[in-house]
């Protein structure tokens, strides 16, 4: 099992709306998670506010605002990194 399989990658959309289209950067790094055996998934700003984060969560955010960001690099800094993704 590859390392990142054993993760819960979450995208999170920018908006409280399903319809909301993200970046194309924020879209190239989902797919390059899924091309490397990862199982990411698209989440609203709702689910990180309700979510417990745990160790083996990674949160992506297409610019590092926001109520839900706050919330998780407030209340979960351990286990927070941040990652900047840039398709050149």
């Known amino acids: 099992m590859s390392q990142v399989s054993e993760l819960n990658i979450y995208f999170v959309l920018p908006e409280e709306n399903k319809d909301v289209e993200c970046s194309k950067d924020m879209g190239d790094a989902f797919s390059c998670v ?3 055996r990862g199982k990411p998934q698209w989440v609203l700003p709702s689910f990180c506010l309700s ?3 745990r160790k083996n969560d990674v949160f992506v ?3 590092f605002v926001g109520v839900a960001f706050e919330k998780l690099k ?3 800094s351990k286990y927070v990194y941040v990652f900047f993704y840039k398709h050149f």
């Open 61 to 63: 955010f297409d610019a």
């Open 74 to 76: 407030k209340e979960s």
């Open 34 to 36: 899924k091309q490397y």
């Open 51 to 53: 979510h417990t984060p």
